[in-house]
């Protein structure tokens, strides 16, 4: 694996150093032949890299604002460090919305589904687990479902709680909630099927985000986990996922 390596980077100049500095080091291999990626940047650029499906694992160096899920940038020494990291396997979201047009489109999300109000009003949602209503009406800013990885990013930002990995559950996390004013959301096992009803669609338009691909003017949008897809991030010995998110809860 060391001595196949692609390398991406994200369109900062720092991250474009980086990238060459690294490619005059290790060489570049071929994506299609390559057995690791080397993500340069923040995490946009690694849910982008996860998101184009290589197959790959995915080792990140922070060259970008936050890094969560990225690991120091170092560049010596990367095939040895390369061939001691730990891999986090993640499973992304499967999102279905239904627009007013009558069309339907589909995403994929690793770190979480959003539904957010696109206009004055706050949205009305009606919130659906596995085929039975369990809230009639919430009347919010919007909700998001998170998986454990993206627990951490806009989840935590609106007050949800932060999951571990192994836990086999999602956030589902209000945003700005009015109605009823003191729920924050919900614990859901990830085998569960969400789906959000948008009430007055017309006078309280409703955008679906997955990943920052956002939909708008949504009837609808269903929500499930895709256990079928699986996705390696590789993390220096001692900096996994795990550790970070149970050091951010310390914080």
Same mark, same amino acid.
């Given at each position: ?78 095939? &040895?460090?390369?061939?001691?990291? &730990? ?24 770190? &979480? ?139």
């Amino acid at each position: 694996m060391t001595d196949a390596i692609h390398f991406v980077a994200s369109t900062t100049a720092t991250a474009a150093l980086a990238r060459a500095d690294l490619i005059a080091r290790y060489g570049q291999t071929p994506v299609d032949k390559a057995k690791v990626i080397v993500a340069l940047g923040g995490d946009g650029l690694m849910l982008a890299t996860l998101h184009a499906r290589h197959g790959l694992p995915v080792y990140g160096m922070n060259r970008g604002t936050v890094g969560f899920l990225m690991n120091d940038y170092v560049a010596d020494a990367l095939p &040895e460090r390369l061939a001691v990291a &730990e891999a986090t396997v993640i499973h992304p979201l499967s999102m279905t919305a239904e627009t007013i047009d009558g069309r339907q489109h589909n995403a994929v999300a690793i770190n &979480e589904v959003a539904l957010l109000r696109a206009g004055p009003q706050a949205a009305r949602l009606q919130i659906s687990v596995n085929g039975r209503v369990r809230m009639e009406e919430l009347v919010c800013d919007g909700a998001l479902l998170s998986t454990p990885a993206g627990s951490t990013a806009y989840n935590y930002s609106a007050h949800g709680p932060i999951l571990p990995l192994e836990s086999d559950v999602l956030a589902l996390t209000a945003i700005a909630a009015f109605r009823p004013r003191r729920w924050h959301g919900a614990i859901l096992p990830d085998t569960a099927r969400l789906r959000f009803d948008i009430l007055e669609p017309d006078k309280r338009p409703v955008m679906a985000d997955a990943d920052s691909r956002g939909v708008e003017q949504v009837l609808w949008v269903e929500v499930t986990s895709d256990r079928e897809v699986s996705h390696r991030l590789l993390f220096d010995p001692g900096h996994g996922l795990d550790e970070r998110l149970m050091r951010e809860q310390f914080v």
